[in-house]
């Protein structure tokens, strides 16, 4: 440590630290809606694939944007990194 400096907080997200987060990730509940979430997102794709497919879906379509959203979501939720939510709360604590 550099002397006359006081070292920086390890920063936390409503008193949960990133150790806690670890452990979290690796709790089984947590392994099992993480798969749900994956599992959901293989869903929707094969879904939108077959409806493409078929003709019954416009990728640029409002349906199209929609189904995109929800993939794109479900892949954020499930590899959402603690680092996200640091930010997120920052950002809301500042522009409050």
Do not use: C
């Amino acid at each position: 440590m550099t002397e006359g400096k006081i070292p920086a907080k390890a920063p936390e997200v409503r008193g949960i630290s990133a150790q806690e987060f670890a452990a979290w990730r690796h709790h089984p509940v947590t392994k099992v809606f993480r798969l749900y979430l994956e599992d959901k997102r293989a869903f929707f794709e094969r879904t939108a694939l077959n409806q493409w497919v078929n003709g019954d879906l416009t990728l640029y379509g409002d349906e199209g944007r929609t189904i995109r959203g929800q993939i794109i979501e479900l892949i954020e939720l499930a590899d959402l990194p603690f680092e996200a939510l640091v930010a997120f709360y920052q950002e809301t604590a500042d522009a409050a």
